[in-house]
T-cell receptor
């Protein structure tokens, strides 16, 4: 009974490729998020969706595109991957503005 | 200016002792929320405790308590009776205002508990 799940857990790919990370939550939450954690462990929000509507869109290259097919899913697609995209990407969800519950993270390595 | 400041990059504590992890914040909003998360070496982010700006009492969750000093804009995490499993990174975060879900995180404190 995983609450917030992400696939894949690890992703190794070459520069220039396009990749997607999937996220699903079974908590009945209405808001989902993508965060990026860099090599120094700094965590920064990228996007949030509320009921499939984009709410937060931080200063993120437009190579990153989130897609929310329904309230329980939020996927992250990245085009033309660059070395600097290497990081851990976390999906999270929350109900209203209460605490956010995080997925296990996806470690992306771009070579 | 940093919105969330965690001045302790690393802390050591002996098992069974209490430890305080510092967090100061900067906001001009009257309504805000403060959160602490734990990130063990396995990598997941675990929610620990929440304090709302209008909460009059300090939040507590088991061995975790939040020492909220509004005038000083500090929200320190106190872990009582430390356990070896408490060794992890700890992040303080803030949500500003009522109409946003955006969490702003501090740089984290690495806590190591030794026997």
């Amino acid at each position: 009974d995983t609450a917030v799940s992400q696939t894949p857990k690890y992703l190794v790919t070459q520069m220039g490729n396009d990749k997607s990370i999937k996220c699903e939550q079974n908590l009945g939450h209405d808001t989902m998020y993508w965060y990026k954690q860099d090599s120094k462990k700094f965590l920064k929000i990228m996007f949030s969706y509320n009921n499939k509507e984009l709410i937060i869109n931080e200063t993120v290259p437009n190579r990153f595109s989130p897609k929310s097919p329904d309230k329980a899913h939020l996927n992250l697609h990245i085009n033309s991957l660059e070395l600097g995209d290497s990081a851990v990407y976390f999906c999270a969800s929350s109900l209203y503005s209460y605490e956010q519950y995080f997925g296990p993270g996806t470690r992306l390595t771009v070579t | 200016a940093q919105k969330i400041t965690q001045t302790q990059p690393g802390m050591f504590v002996q098992e069974k002792e209490a430890v305080t992890l510092d967090c100061t914040y900067d906001t001009s909003d009257q309504s805000y929320g403060l959160f602490w998360y734990k990130q063990p070496s396995s990598g997941e982010m675990i929610f620990l405790i929440y304090q709302g700006s209008y909460d009059e009492q300090n939040a507590t969750e088991g061995r975790y308590s939040l020492n909220f000093q509004k005038a000083r804009k500090s929200a320190n995490l106190v872990i009582s009776a430390s356990q070896l499993g408490d060794s992890a990174m700890y992040f303080c975060a803030m949500r500003e205002g009522l109409n946003t879900d955006k969490l702003i995180f501090g740089t984290g404190t690495r806590l190591q508990v030794f026997p």
